[in-house]
């Protein structure tokens, strides 16, 4: 059995990681954002910036596979 990594297919381990792992990575980096608004005692707004230019390619990200289950590709 030849391509596979305890029973799954490199396909497999691929979807699993850039779905699952890639989404806790995510939320992590939210974490960190928040940490850092915290900690710079950035306030309502300054927060509300920080969270929408630093997060804003992570909505990309699940804008794209929002799209992609819609449309079924």
Known sequence: M???VF???EQEVADFGLT???GAFMLYMLFIIGELAWKS???KMGTFMLFFV???G???????AVIKKMWGI
């Open 2 to 4: 030849q391509g596979t």
């Open 7 to 9: 029973g799954f297919t």
């Open 20 to 22: 699952f792992l890639l």
């Open 41 to 43: 005692k950035a306030g």
């Open 54 to 56: 630093l997060a804003f």
């Open 58 to 64: 992570m909505l990309g990200f699940v804008a794209k």
